[in-house]
């Protein structure tokens, strides 16, 4: 069974930082793309981040470029998603996301 499990969601003031984490489960973890999405209240749940647990390539949103960094730690079969600088349009819950199965999210809250 796929599982996923975020947290290091929290409150921060503007320009803070907060690294999340994602560990996973059930699947062979270098085979596959683990992304970070993100959704606020009423909008559409958007892509923050992407790593392959292959090679490591990576891929971000233009929202969390030079800002954000996802990485990998194999051996921990768990993603990071470090968060500096942050804005309060950061504020929202991030969800971690492998073939098409999601953790529960964990809640960013920045303040201004």
């Known amino acids: 069974e796929v599982q996923l499990v975020e947290s290091g969601g929290g409150t921060v003031q503007a320009g803070g930082s907060l690294r999340l984490s994602c560990a996973v489960s059930?699947?062979?973890?270098?085979?596959?793309?683990i992304a970070w999405f993100r959704q606020t209240p009423g909008k559409e749940r958007e892509g923050v981040s992407c790593?392959?647990?292959?090679?490591?390539?990576?891929y971000y949103a233009d929202s969390g470029k030079g800002r954000f960094t996802i990485s990998s730690d194999n051996a921990k079969n768990t993603v990071y998603l470090q968060m500096n600088s942050l804005k309060p349009e950061d504020t929202a819950v991030y969800y971690c996301?492998?073939?098409?199965?999601w953790g529960k999210g964990t809640l960013v809250t920045v303040s201004s």
């Open positions: 059930g699947f062979t973890f270098d085979d596959y793309v």
């Open positions: 996301n492998v073939l098409g199965y």
């Open positions: 790593i392959s647990g292959n090679d490591g390539s990576t």
